[in-house]
Antibody, heavy 122, light 107 residues
């Protein structure tokens, strides 16, 4: 069965940093692009970042560009989201998700993790 | 950035009724429009991709239509578990964007 499990969330002070991880299992990880999507409490979904199968292409939302770094380790079937200079506006549940098809730019998401909560507050 | 506007924000209907949800894009996204369902406390679930293609395991009462800038998600006969929130997403241009959501509530 395909599984994505996020970890690394928690409480961090404004201006601080946090690194999220997403462990994947049940599919051939290195042939699928992946993404992070977040959801602030009581709000809608916001796309954060996407990474290609090899990690050679990475895309960011303007709201996180220059502060967040998305990476992957295909030998460990794991994604990472390094988040720096955090503000209250970054408070959200962060989901990792898998794209629906390989071998192309199929940026819709058919498998999601349960999410990890990041709270930025003093 | 492509802005997706979902309407209505809230849709009040009864079980068994037909639901019609709209998603309008600020510029053409061709057929690269996706629909998700989200239940409280859960991650989103893929329903429809590329405007009309039903995802694996999705009941036939869910259907999608449209192209260009105007898209519709139709639920032919609402079941009790369908009264949740629905989001559209475009994958035509970077950055990817989501609509604000439509909540389907019991009338």
């Amino acid at each position: 069965e395909v599984h994505l499990v996020e970890s690394g969330g928690g409480l961090v002070q404004p201006g601080g940093s946090l690194r999220l991880s997403c462990a994947a299992s049940g599919f051939t990880f290195n042939i699928y692009a992946m993404t992070w999507v977040r959801q602030a409490p009581g709000k809608g979904l916001e796309w954060v970042s996407g990474i290609s199968e090899s990690g050679g292409r990475i895309y960011y939302a303007d709201s996180v560009k220059g502060r967040f770094t998305f990476s992957r380790d295909n030998s460990k079937n794991t994604l990472y989201l390094q988040m720096n200079s955090l503000t209250a506006e970054d408070t959200a549940v962060y989901y990792c998700a898998k794209v629906g098809e390989n071998n192309g730019d199929y940026w819709y998401f058919d498998v999601w993790g349960r999410g990890t909560l990041v709270t930025v507050s003093s | 950035e492509i802005v997706l506007t979902q309407s209505p924000a809230t849709l009040s209907l009864s079980p068994g009724e037909r639901a019609t949800l709209s998603c309008r894009a600020s510029q053409s996204v061709s057929s690269y429009l996706v629909w998700y369902q989200q239940k409280p406390g859960q991650a989103p679930r893929l329903l429809i991709y590329d405007a009309f293609k039903r995802a694996s395991g999705i009941p036939a009462r869910f259907s999608g239509s449209g192209s260009g800038t105007d898209f519709t998600l139709t639920i032919s006969s609402l079941e009790p578990e369908d009264f949740v929130v629905y989001y559209c997403q475009q994958r035509s241009n970077w950055p990817l964007t989501f609509g604000g959501g439509t909540k389907v509530e019991i009338k």
